[in-house]
T-cell receptor
Framework: EAQVTQNPRYLITVTGKKLTVTCSQN?????MSWYRQDPGLGLRQIYY???????DKGDVPEGYKVSRKEKRNFPLILESPSPNQTSLYFC???????????????FGSGTQLSVL | RKEVEQDPGPFNVPEGATVAFNCTYS??????FFWYRQDCRKEPKLLMS???SGNEDGRFTAQLNRASQYISLLIRDSKLSDSATYLC?????????????FGAGTRLFVKA
């Protein structure tokens, strides 16, 4: 089944303790991205990747890192989480990087992160 | 000014009503446009892509006006199951790179 797998679904941690949220897609998609969703603000893009070893900042990259060593995986790393990073996170992918193609985004099921 | 703006609602409508959502975007170089539906704290799911010629899928009709930088979604004969948040999504290249921008969403409640 074609899907984006995101783990964990829920995560509670403490300030400063490094964590990684994993994202994997089995559709050979070129484009992958991370979003956070906060009440009243909608989804905001953290980082995106156009292909292996090609990553770029979105609108809210501060406090986050990503890597794209393989096409299928795009982990989100919080080196030193802070309470303002408490949020609902989504990973997404699309087939190509041609935005003119109207290709849809496939989403993971989300990670609810709480930083205490 | 937000890059993609939507009326947050909520829209409260009775079953069978017709409801329209609007969305404006600021980047004239935007290339592709979508409406997504999101149920509470779940992942967004594609409702439909939006084309300049307008497109229809059952009870749903989407329109794009590139000149006015405006996107609309019309839902006819609303069902209880249409209750959700509707997200306007715009993808394209701007000064910040290749971006996918979401509107904050319009909340719809359909009541019996």
């Amino acid at each position: 089944e074609a899907q984006v797998t995101q783990n964990p679904r829920y995560l509670i941690t403490v300030t400063g303790k490094k964590l990684t949220v994993t994202c994997s897609q089995n559709m050979n998609h070129e484009y992958m991205s991370w979003y956070r969703q906060d009440p009243g603000l909608g989804l905001r893009q953290i980082y995106y990747s156009m292909n292996v070893e090609v990553t770029d900042k979105g609108d809210v990259p501060e406090g986050y890192k990503v890597s794209r060593k393989e096409k299928r995986n795009f982990p989100l790393i919080l080196e030193s989480p802070s309470p303002n990073q408490t949020s609902l996170y989504f990973c997404a992918s699309s087939l190509s990087t041609s935005f003119a193609a109207n290709e849809k985004l496939f989403f993971g099921s989300g990670t609810q992160l709480s930083v205490l | 000014r937000k890059e993609v703006e939507q009326d947050p609602g909520p829209f409260n409508v009775p079953e069978g009503a017709t409801v329209a959502f609007n969305c404006t975007y600021s980047n004239s170089a935007s290339q592709s446009f979508f409406w997504y539906r999101q149920d509470c704290r779940k992942e967004p799911k594609l409702l439909m892509s939006v084309y300049s010629s307008g497109n229809e899928d059952g009870r749903f009709t989407a329109q794009l006006n590139r000149a006015s930088q405006y996107i609309s979604l019309l839902i006819r004969d609303s069902k209880l199951s249409d209750s959700a948040t509707y997200l306007c999504v715009v993808r394209g290249v701007n000064t910040g790179g290749f971006k996918t921008i979401f509107g904050a969403g319009t909340r719809l409640f359909v009541k019996a």
